[in-house]
């Protein structure tokens, strides 16, 4: 359930490699984000999906609902 273009995510990888060292060295900022991660997955959880893929399909082939 990505949030943005992979390229965004990953295009800097020594800094996405600094900071995951950053975290797995410094036990508040894993915490930090250990919470994100899982509030970032609720966001993913198919009963909130599902729902969007539908209306997108509807959308694409011009359905109504």
């Known amino acids: ?24 060295e410094d036990p508040v900022l894993l915490q930090q984000f250990r919470r994100q991660a899982y509030q970032h997955a609720k966001k993913c959880e198919i009963a909130r999906i599902i729902p969007q893929y539908e209306a997108l399909y509807r959308e694409l082939t011009l359905q109504p609902a």
């Not at 390229?7 to 975290?23: F, I, L």
Request: charged residues 30%; hydrophobic residues 30%; glycine residues 8%.
């Open 1 to 24: 359930c990505p949030t943005r273009r992979s390229s965004e995510v990953v295009g800097d990888v020594s800094s996405m490699a600094r900071n995951a060292r950053k975290g797995l």
